[in-house]
């Protein structure tokens, strides 16, 4: 099988001071640079840590920073470069 036919499901996110770690069900793990998302770089490490995976693992979500993140376009490198801190498909 091959492994880019999985689609990617968020587990559980962690970070460290200069990114956000997110394991997915399938055993991968993915790790950003949080300087990709202005919003939660500034945020603190709680409201970081405040977060809701939705939709059975597809979105990430943070209610008080007004942040979303598509799990499937964070593994493929879309941008939104209108709001620099989301990930979502390109146009």
Do not use: C
């Not at 996110?13 to 202005?38: C, K, N, Q, W």
């Not at 970081?48 to 059975?56: D, F, K, L, Q």
């Amino acid at each position: 099988m091959n492994i880019l036919a999985l689609k990617p499901l968020a587990k559980t996110i962690h970070f460290d001071s200069e990114s956000m770690t997110v394991d997915l069900v399938d055993g991968r793990i993915l790790t950003v640079p949080l300087a990709y998302f202005p919003r939660l770089l500034k945020a603190s490490p709680e409201q970081r840590n405040h977060y809701v995976i939705s939709g059975g693992g597809v979105g990430l979500h943070w209610d008080e920073l007004d942040e979303d993140i598509s799990v499937e376009y964070l593994m493929m490198g879309y941008i939104d470069h209108s709001n620099p801190g989301n990930f979502s498909k390109a146009a």
